[in-house]
């Protein structure tokens, strides 16, 4: 299973950017997807998860400018940034809770990360 995150770049404060995660490879089933960042000397945390059945949960500090989405048949899931602040800069990687095989568990799958740098 391979994740192909894309998508970021460089904005200014307020600026708008979209990604991208695609999924790929042997996926019988995908369940959660989500969203998580990371800042330089920062932990890694959440921004947004989505369930299969497009349930959404959010962090305290993106809720009201991003929005996560998904599309099943296409294996991707997007989170949409607005309003974007300096504080928002960090490397961004997708989740997935991937099912290989009907007859095993779903297991954690992370892209490669992808770099928003918001601008002051």
């Known amino acids: 299973v391979q994740l192909q995150a894309s998508g970021g770049g460089l904005v200014q404060t307020g600026g708008s950017l979209r990604l991208s995660c695609l999924a790929s490879g042997s996926t019988v089933r995908i369940n959660d997807m989500g969203w998580y960042r990371q800042a330089p000397g920062n932990q890694r945390e959440v921004v947004a998860t989505?369930?299969?059945?497009?349930?959404?949960n959010y962090a305290d500090s993106v809720k009201g400018r991003f929005t996560i989405s998904r599309d099943n048949a296409k294996k991707t899931v997007y989170l949409q940034m607005n309003s974007l602040k300096p504080e928002d800069t960090a490397v961004y990687y997708c989740?997935?809770?991937?099912?290989?095989?009907?007859?095993?568990?779903?297991?954690?799958?992370w892209g490669q990360g992808t770099q928003v740098t918001v601008s002051s």
């Open positions: 989505i369930t299969r059945e497009g349930v959404t």
């Open positions: 989740n997935a809770q991937v099912q290989t095989t009907p007859w095993t568990l779903a297991v954690d799958h």
